[in-house]
């Protein structure tokens, strides 16, 4: 069986992160490619035991700096103080919570893994945690976390598609009104929004500074 599955079935399925890496999955990885495999403080004495035996070494405890544990938790939220922020949503490894901006909030009970990343980023401290005794979440939560890792980098590339969009419409207006004008000289007007194009895409998808700028331009009259 693939050494990175054999490793990745021995850890908790939190997805919490603490390890240092975003999910479990990923932490196998880095197990499989040498990483130190002491991390998993909710897994505990019995996951480092188990993965001792897999790796054929012999780490004696657990490395409680990237603690504190997690026992078998839910997260819960108080509704009446829940102010429809969304900043637990875009924490939780899993979509683990329901909800839009300015409306209530829900915890999915049988989503949700208890790994605490929504607490720290509610701004009126509405989440609390319970102990429960189901685990089917946990279970379930390499898909729920694959799923939603995808979700967010499609919602990213989708921003991104937007701004080039507004980009390239603003650019659209600015040519139709100097291109209007019967008197211009449209050769011109044409060579100068090339240029203020590819200026703006300089800055909104490479980032460049002026002197990057400068030089990028440079060059290309060289090339002229």
């Known amino acids: 069986m693939d050494l990175v599955k054999l490793i990745h079935d021995e850890l908790p399925q939190i997805q919490c992160g603490r390890c240092d890496t975003p999910g479990c999955y990923q932490y196998a990885e880095q197990i499989a490619s040498g990483v130190v495999h002491d991390r998993c403080v909710p897994g505990g004495t019995e996951t480092l035991q188990n993965l001792n035996k897999i790796l054929v070494k012999n780490i004696t405890s657990v490395d409680m700096s990237y603690g504190p544990t997690i026992?078998?938790?839910?997260?819960?939220?108080?509704?009446?103080?829940?102010?429809?922020?969304?900043?637990?949503?875009?924490?939780?490894?899993?979509?683990?919570?329901?909800?839009?901006?300015?409306?209530?909030?829900?915890?999915?009970?049988?989503?949700?893994?208890?790994?605490?990343?929504?607490?720290?980023?509610?701004?009126?401290?509405?989440?609390?945690?319970?102990?429960?005794?189901?685990?089917?979440?946990?279970a379930n939560s390499q898909i729920n976390f694959n799923t939603t890792s995808k979700l967010r980098i499609n919602e990213s590339k989708k921003k991104r598609m937007d701004k080039a969009n507004k980009l390239n419409k603003d650019i659209g207006i600015v040519i139709n009104t100097k291109l209007g004008n019967r008197n211009a000289?449209?050769?011109?007007?044409?060579?100068?929004?090339?240029?203020?194009?590819?200026?703006?895409?300089?800055?909104?998808?490479?980032?460049?500074?002026?002197?990057?700028?400068?030089?990028?331009?440079?060059n290309l009259n060289q090339k002229d």
């Open 71 to 138: 026992p078998n938790q839910v997260a819960v939220i108080d509704e009446s103080e829940c102010i429809g922020c969304k900043k637990c949503i875009t924490a939780c490894p899993v979509d683990a919570i329901s909800g839009s901006v300015n409306l209530m909030h829900n915890i999915i009970e049988d989503l949700c893994t208890g790994c605490e990343l929504c607490i720290e980023p509610c701004p009126v401290d509405c989440i609390d945690l319970i102990e429960t005794d189901k685990k089917k979440s946990r």
């Open 185 to 218: 000289d449209n050769e011109k007007n044409l060579e100068s929004l090339q240029l203020k194009i590819l200026n703006d895409q300089l800055d909104s998808f490479h980032n460049f500074d002026e002197n990057q700028k400068n030089n990028f331009f440079k």
